[in-house]
């Protein structure tokens, strides 16, 4: 069952069950067994209307505005799948190297819960969108790994529950009932949760590159439940799996792995057995509680569609989107390292968003990759932070930031000036040129006016200078400072610097 996307905030990464359980046991327990771990991510696709018929996909309206007699599931009505739900399913498949299926149908997945106003879901059960595709993440120690993914189908949502905090009732709101989501299944190849989180976060990052879903977890838009058991290393067989729900951020779906492994360690070394049921994560609390036994696949009783026919997916249209796919993530790493010559590390940050990405290489244009490359993933991402905000939300333009980097290379303006004029152009949105005259920032660069003031410096600091004699080279530091406070940091530091030398030591 789909479950509530709304979040709250994060908890601590590691959690310990009781005060008697040491680190050492603890990685004695770990030690023992092998973490099996199968992750189900549930995408929301970026349509205007929901998946089977026209109403708004808005988020935030008033609750019960967005539905229709058809997600409403009132009788003698019929759904009519919606063509761009398909197209952004069918880019996310063929992008995770998924076989697409020559022929799909749609399924009824039978269960009542209060959000769910038909008692079925629409969804895919023996004929899915796609199978057996792939996503590769980075170790620790720099080494690739496969995650494989059994099957990609497509389905409608459910409603929300909204409970009282006093327990008496709960409220519904079905605006999300009917959105189109696309439910991506890996196999259980995952083996620790920071493999997990790696996993998430290189889906996400192929996703946004795609542009078929904002993945906004706090709105819904990506949900995980993720399945996990322990086993006895060495030995094949897998354990009874544990599935957890309500995890609404991809360190809540590694710390409640974290715990889950803890408790069934713990069970099993007591001499227990894991029952096979579904928990619910408790942020606040850190802790996994049962919710109900977990179903299987009967349970539901599938059966086809019978107001949606089973249909043929031409393979000239899954060529068509293939050869227009973007440039993924991969792909993209490997091109910046090759053409701007940066490390691993810069690469990762400057390909983490596609909009970063797109504003690095639009400044690059301009001025050096690796100036650009440090301004990125310093002063601005500091912004993006501190406003919570995507790098195109800032209010400056690749040419801005371009323009403050040459001014700073050719001498103009000190880097310490730079920030105040970056800081003005995102709240202003003023050119830095113009900024930088208002505010009189224009650096000294006029070695005569700087030889003065370096003479003042000198005959006022006359114990660092002889420091500086005698090869404590932190005392020019000192003195360069010195002379930028005399001058309101305006001061070119390089030439200030050249000159106390050629002074001082000849």
Request: charged share 30%.
């Amino acid at each position: 069952m789909p479950m509530n996307g709304a979040g709250r905030q994060q908890s601590q990464q590691f959690v310990v069950l009781g005060e008697s359980l040491k680190t050492g046991e603890s990685m004695d327990k770990k030690g023992k067994y092998e973490t099996v771990v199968g992750l189900e991510v549930h995408v929301q696709l970026a349509t205007k209307t929901k998946v089977f018929c026209s109403c708004s996909t808005r988020f935030g309206a008033e609750p019960n505005t967005q539905v229709c007699p058809v997600c409403l599931g009132q009788p003698g009505v019929l759904p009519v799948l919606n063509k761009e739900a398909f197209m952004c399913s069918l880019k996310i498949a063929i992008a995770l190297g998924c076989d697409i299926q020559e022929s799909m149908k749609f399924d009824r997945k039978n269960y009542y819960y209060p959000d769910l106003p038909k008692n079925y879901q629409i969804s895919q059960f023996d004929m899915p969108l796609a199978y057996a595709g792939e996503v590769r993440i980075t170790l620790e120690d720099g080494q690739e790994k496969r995650i494989g993914i059994t099957r990609a189908h497509m389905e409608e949502d459910a409603g929300k529950l909204i409970h009282d905090p006093g327990g008496m009732c709960s409220y519904v709101d079905l605006n999300r009932t009917g959105t189109p989501l696309l439910e991506i299944v890996s196999e259980p190849e995952i083996r620790s949760p920071e493999e997990a989180h790696e996993y998430l976060v290189a889906l996400k990052r192929i996703i946004k590159y795609l542009g078929v879903s904002d993945c906004n977890m706090a709105e819904g838009s990506l949900r995980c439940d993720a399945n996990i058991s322990l086993r006895e290393k060495g030995r094949s067989k897998l354990g009874s799996k544990v599935e957890i729900k309500n995890m609404n951020s991809f360190k809540a779906v590694r710390d409640a792995l974290f715990y889950e492994e803890e408790r069934q360690a713990e069970v099993l070394d007591e001499g227990g057995t894991i029952k096979q049921e579904t928990r619910l994560w408790d942020e606040e609390k850190n802790v996994t509680s049962s919710m109900r036994a977990k179903e299987e696949s009967h349970d539901y009783r599938y059966f086809p569609e019978p107001d949606l026919v089973p249909f043929d997916i031409s393979p000239h249209l899954v060529q068509k989107i293939r050869d227009n796919l973007p440039e993924l993530p991969a792909a993209r790493r490997e091109r910046f390292k090759k053409k701007y010559n940066l490390d691993w590390y810069d690469v990762g940050v400057l390909t983490s968003e596609k909009e970063i990405a797109d504003f690095f290489e639009s400044v690059t244009v301009l001025t050096e990759p690796r100036s650009a490359c440090n301004w990125i993933k310093g002063e601005i991402m500091m912004h993006m932070n501190e406003r919570s905000a995507g790098i195109f939300e800032l209010n400056i333009e690749p040419g801005y930031l371009a323009k403050i980097i040459c001014m700073v290379r050719d001498g103009i303006i000190s880097n310490l000036a730079a920030k105040d004029v970056l800081r003005e152009c995102i709240e202003r949105g003023k050119d830095p040129a113009d900024i930088v005259e208002q505010k009189g920032l224009l650096q000294v660069s006029d070695k005569g006016e700087l030889e003065l003031i370096v003479d003042e410096v000198i005959t006022v600091n006359e114990k660092t200078v002889n420091d500086l004699k005698n090869g404590k080279e932190n005392a020019l530091g000192f003195l360069i400072g010195q002379v930028m406070r005399k001058t309101k940091g305006k001061a070119n530091p390089k030439l200030t610097g050249e000159i106390l030398r050629k002074k001082i030591k000849g």
